[in-house]
Every structure is written in C-alpha cells, then in structure tokens.
C-alpha cells in the first residue's frame, strides 16, 4: 500500500476561483508527478519534480503551476479554474536511483487522486 | 511515436470465469512494463513488471506475458472475482531519459457480474 495522499478527494468550484490541489507522501521519494486524466482515457503528466526545488512541465499544456518546497510536498495550484479544468487530478511518486524500496527506479506509487468539476 | 494501444476497450465476465486483455505497443527503446489496476476513483496499483528479459510474470491470479519481438504483452486473470471489477492499465516505460518516460494505454474497464 503506497503512503501518498491527496486532498480534497472532491471539489466543486465555480469559475474564476483559485485552488490547490494537496498531494503528500511519506515515503522519502525525491521524484514526484501530477497526472490528468479524463473518464475512458490515459493518464497525461502535466508536472513532476526531480526533488526540492525542481519542477518542470510535463506532455500535456496545463495551466496549472506546481511547487516543490518540501521532499514530502507537491502542491498543485490553479490560480483562475474554468470548466475546461474538470478532470481527474493524480499525484504519484517514485524512488530515485537504480533500486527503489519496491521496484524499479521508474516505479510509480498513485495517490487515490482528486476529482475537480468546475461550473 | 511512441503509443501503448490496449483492446478490448471493455469487456464483461461472470465470476469465476477467465479472461485475457491485450496491450501493443511501439514505445522504444524498452524498458520495461506494468500492469496496474485502476478501481473507479482511486489512483492505479502496480500488478506485475516485466524486463526485455522476462516473457512472463504471476501476482496471485493474475498472469502477465510479454512477447518483446512482438512488442505484444497480455494479462491474464484466473477465477475472476467480483472485486477484480476495475480499468487494467498497461503501462510501457521507455529507456530513452533518466525520467523513465511512461507511456498509458487507455485501459480496458473490466466487470465481473455474479
């Protein structure tokens, strides 16, 4: 069982307002990511994080920021949500180096993910 | 371009039966792949992985194979339950970055009816 966590499960906002979507893990894992997925689709990295101060922007355009100030600590930030941000938001983490506690070093550990509707 | 295809797209069973999913994929170069298993609202759970190396791996009742030639790989559930109910990911990681790039396949939504 990984030990990541996400807050809130659920959100319902309106347009215009800002959000941070809360992702945590206690498993000492330097690379984290943020995953958007839509209902019947795969899962699009939209950020991840090498460790403490890195981020970089992953495949899929998203007008979402993200910041890396903590190990434990890989917050997602909306600062103006429209409908068109309705989606499935995933957090994951893996291991750094050749052998991960579990896996591989590419294993990824999924936190139970947010879902955001935005009216 | 690298792409992971999955089929079917969804698929029903009674319990206790078997079933096969299929994933095909062009990601290159390999580096390995995973099975997860996505239940509805929650994050996906690691099944099995498989190195260029490995042709085949079993978790319980599931089963996963790997033709690496083919670029074809299956998972193959015995005595299906109720709660294995879920989306089966195949997920194929590439050997290209020091990220580990992973590519999704779409997943198949697997039921299992009493």
């Known amino acids: 069982e990984a030990d990541i966590y996400q807050t809130p499960r659920y959100l319902v906002i309106g347009t215009g307002k800002k959000i941070t979507l809360e992702c945590s893990q206690t498993?000492?894992?330097?690379?984290m990511y943020w995953y958007q997925q839509d209902p019947g689709m795969e899962l699009h990295l939209i950020h991840y994080?090498?460790?403490?101060?890195?981020?970089e922007k992953g495949d899929l355009s998203s007008e979402s920021t993200v910041s890396r100030i903590r190990t434990e600590h890989f917050p997602l930030t909306l600062e103006s949500a429209r409908p068109s941000h309705t989606s499935q938001y995933l957090c994951?983490?893996?291991?750094?180096?050749?052998?991960?506690?579990?896996?591989?070093?590419?294993?990824?550990?999924f936190g139970p993910g947010t879902r955001l509707t935005v009216l | 371009k690298n792409q992971v295809e999955q089929s079917p797209q969804s698929l029903i069973i009674l319990e206790g039966k078997n079933c096969t999913l299929q994933?095909?994929?062009?990601?290159?170069?390999?580096?390995?792949l995973r099975w997860y298993k996505q239940d509805t609202g929650r994050g996906p759970v690691s099944l099995t992985i498989?190195?260029?190396?490995?042709n085949t791996k079993s978790n319980g009742r599931y089963t996963a194979t790997l033709d690496a030639d083919t670029k074809q790989s299956s998972l193959h559930i015995t005595a299906s339950q109720l709660s294995d109910s879920a989306s089966y990911i195949c997920?194929?990681?590439?050997?290209?970055?020091?990220?580990?790039?992973?590519?999704f396949g779409r997943g198949t939504q697997l039921t299992v009816w009493p």
């Open positions: 994951a983490s893996s291991p750094s180096g050749l052998a991960g506690a579990r896996g591989g070093t590419d294993t990824q550990y």
């Open positions: 498993m000492g894992h330097d690379k």
């Open positions: 994080s090498y460790g403490v101060n890195s981020t």
């Open positions: 994933c095909n994929y062009t990601v290159s170069p390999f580096s390995n």
């Open positions: 498989m190195t260029f190396s490995e």
């Open positions: 997920v194929v990681s590439d050997r290209g970055s020091t990220l580990g790039r992973l590519y």
